[in-house]
């Protein structure tokens, strides 16, 4: 018998079950009920499938064992069972990475930390709510030996060979003194059709039930046992939309995805035909905490006629929707089916892309609440698809967001559009990395004097990616306002009167500020500000700047020209001023203070520092 310590983040994890984290305790029969309906899937595929067990007389089962004498409840399920080290990576360890931030996440508030452990999938945890011991006695499928897990939950666990007939698990739940309700059958009843009446397997109560007979003196009490079927064993998706409640989809999608919040929308659809497949799809209301992590869990099942196939495989949806959870049964797809063909397979591809219009068909109608929350938890991953999913781009531009700088939340580009200039056809945008920063940027002014609303894109790695791959929305083109002129009320001839009249003092500028800057030219973007800088639209290092983040590199310098502000009265000044010395560090502090607006950094801080000294002393 070997002794092993459970994984740090199990312990943590053990001590806050103990204390009911859950808000409600009987979630554990959901829980392991579901966990053996799947290890019953993953035979079932090997029975009909694999050489080795199709002469195999079987049919899959879950049976809850209620035993009063004992104070115990068992759960048994004749699946694919485990190996030792089966049972050290799926018990003995959270089986996936970042668990650490997992635990970080947790807050000390039961109902969201239930919620976040049901995220992470280790439910199996949740027995230890109401039990002191527990036993886990499995024998994997085409193995010989049969091995049983035993812990009371306190840090330890022992694993050792032992002898069982048949592949599968057996859980012996001993219960806690307080925790005897969970031996009444009515209960077990009670919680197995609220919250798994749908698993598509038998679920089997079997309990001993006390009959009297007789009566006065004669009455006698016998002891008879019991075995009956509690849930429908229906698959819940291959039901007709009339004979399902709200309930049953809420339910359903509770067991799957260990989630105890209620999903933000779900879909259910079935398409007949030269194809057959029924697709049931649900959208968490809470982002699954793994998202953005390479080896995230993927959410979506796939079934051939009801037989379950695969629950890991990744090009059943494109990436940027793997916060989907829910079902894909194919009537048409082989048993058999590699996970090599499924890359490559064309009715699964069919599926595949019926099932994503449906999906964001239906994010498209989401409103009020549902939409912002949506966007909240998910806009960061539709930006994505923008940029990897040509096909169903257009989608997906009505369902990003973005913050405005006329409005308050999130909005579309339909919205934009709704009170833009119909005859310009132009989304304006602008791109950095903190909306306080781009809100009090000078490159605004112009556009805020004209009444004219401008995009805000915060997100600068993800908004400088995909955004100059968009260029179109409907009739309609999006332009960066840090690379165009701004809208003015100046014609030609002034802007040159202007430029004419300035030149000596723009030339002087760039002279000093040498190769800092490309160009420094009058403007009449800005109303307040004495100085902007921009992008040179001309130069092909601000084209490639997408490229080389979306690769990773370091992004190159693009050359910056730095307009000054005519009206502004420290230019009038300056251009009058025969101080060589002012006009210097008046001409640096241009620059650097307009960089500041826009989020960069000066070239030297210590000298800028200075410099804003010097002038304030001389000012003084």
Known sequence: MAKH????????????????????KEIYIRELVSNAS????????????????????????????LDKEDDSLTIADNGIGMSES???????????????????????????????????????????????????????AGEEQAYKFSTDGTGEYEIKPVTKEAHGTVIYIKLKEEEKEFLEPYRIQNIVKKYSNHIAYPIMLNYTEEITEGEGDEKTTKKKNKTEQINAATALWTLPKSELKKEDYIEFYKTISHDSEEPL?????????????????????????????????????????????????KELLPLYLRFVRGIMDS???????????LQENKILANMRQNSIKKILQAIQKLSGDDQTR???????????????????????????RYKS???????SFADYISRANSEEKIIYYMIGEDEKVLRNSPLLEAYNKANIEVLLMDDKDEDGIVTPTIEKYKEWELKDITAIDAPDTKTKEEKEEIEKEFKELTDTIKEILDKEVKEVKTTTRLTKSPSCVVKDPSDPMAGLASVFAQMGQEVPEAPLILEINPEHEMIKKLAESKDKKMIEDISWVLLDAAKLSEGMDPKDKAAFASRVAVLATKAL
């Not at 310590?5 to 409600?24: A, P, R, V």
């Not at 899937?41 to 002469?55: C, V």
């Not at 037989?307 to 890991?312: A, C, K, L």
């Not at 960061?380 to 369902?399: C, F, M, P, R, V």
């Open 5 to 24: 310590q459970f994984q740090t983040e199990i312990g943590q994890l053990l001590k806050l079950m103990t204390h009911s984290l859950y808000s409600n």
């Open 265 to 313: 929308l779900y879909l259910h659809n079935k398409v007949e035909g030269a194809q057959e497949f029924t697709t049931l799809f649900y959208i968490p209301k809470t982002a699954p905490m793994d998202i953005y992590r390479q080896d995230f869990t993927p959410g979506v099942k796939l079934y051939v006629k009801r037989v379950f196939i695969t629950d890991d495989s």
């Open 38 to 65: 799947d290890a019953i899937d993953k035979f079932n595929y090997l029975s009909l499938t694999d050489e080795k067990f199709k002469s195999e007389n079987w049919s899959g089962k879950i049976t809850i064992k």
């Open 331 to 341: 009537e048409d797809l082989p048993l058999n089916v590699s996970r090599e063909l």
């Open 374 to 400: 949506f966007t909240q938890q998910y806009n960061k991953l539709i930006k994505e698809g923008i940029y990897t999913d040509h096909t169903n781009k257009e989608l997906l531009l009505d369902i990003v």
């Open 405 to 411: 700088s006329t409005q308050e939340g999130m909005v």
């Open 86 to 140: 089966d049972l050290m990576e799926n018990l003995g360890t959270i089986a996936k990475s970042g668990t650490k931030a997992f635990m970080e996440k947790l807050t000390g508030d039961a109902k969201k930390d239930s919620n976040l452990i049901g995220q992470f999938g280790v439910g199996f945890y949740s027995v230890f709510m109401v039990a002191d011991h527990v036993d886990v006695i499995t024998k994997k």
